[in-house]
Structures are given as structure tokens and as C-alpha cells.
Nanobody
Framework: QVQLVESGGGSVQAGGSLKLSCAAS????????MGWYRQALGKQRELVTV??????HYADSAKGRFTISSGNAKNTVYLQMNDLKPEDTAVYYC???????????????WGQGTLVTVSS
């Protein structure tokens, strides 16, 4: 079993900042991809940013404002969000594509989601 636990969501005014964290735990031998997606009310889930095989990808909406980073703790990523806008309001989901040890294989995992609300 592999789990992703997110934290750090909340409410902020436009122009403010928030930092999300995501910790992966379980029978993980390697992480291929890890990052963040979001889903606004009535919209499809969309990519925010991921690190895949060492390469970082950002959605155009996130470039210059959001930064993904790794934590000192193993299998942890952070999402620093600056200059937040009302259109950033969404449930943010941590995502990981991992190689598991027991049983051996590839697995895609989603976190439970954390709500970010940006008011104007």
C-alpha cells in the first residue's frame, strides 16, 4: 500500500501565498513522477506541476508563481504558491507514479486533496 498525505491548504486573499506539502509512504522502491494537480468546481482536473524523471513541468498558469520542491524528508514534495489569484481556487491533489516493492510493480496514487480558496 502506498499513501499520499497532503497538508497546507486554506483560505487566502488575492496576492497572498500558501505552501502545500505531500508525503508519500508505504512500500516504495522508487518514485518516477510526483507533483500536483488541481480541480476547480465544475471543471476537469488539470496539471499544476510535476517532476518526472528529474524534469520539472509547469502549467502555463503556474509558471513564475508556483514552485515545486523536494523536502529533506524522503518522498516529500512541496508546492509554494505565490501571488495567488481567485482563479487558483481549487482542490489540489498530490499525485505520484511509483515503483512498489511489495508487490513489485508500478502504481499511480492520488492524495485525498486539499482545498485552496483565494478571495478577491
Amino acid at each position: 500500500q502506498v499513501q499520499l498525505v497532503e497538508s497546507g491548504g486554506g483560505s487566502v486573499q488575492a496576492g497572498g501565498s500558501l505552501k502545500l506539502s505531500c508525503a508519500a509512504s508505504g512500500s516504495i522502491s522508487a518514485i518516477n513522477t510526483m507533483g500536483w494537480y488541481r480541480q476547480a468546481l465544475g471543471k476537469q482536473r488539470e496539471l499544476v506541476t510535476v517532476v518526472s524523471s528529474g524534469i520539472t513541468h509547469y502549467a502555463d498558469s503556474a509558471k513564475g508563481r508556483f514552485t515545486i520542491s523536494s523536502g529533506n524528508a524522503k518522498n516529500t514534495v512541496y508546492l509554494q504558491m505565490n501571488d495567488l489569484k481567485p482563479e487558483d481556487t481549487a482542490v489540489y491533489y498530490c499525485y505520484a507514479d511509483v515503483w512498489t516493492q511489495i508487490p513489485a510493480g508500478s502504481l499511480e496514487v492520488w492524495g485525498q486533496g486539499t482545498l485552496v480558496t483565494v478571495s478577491s
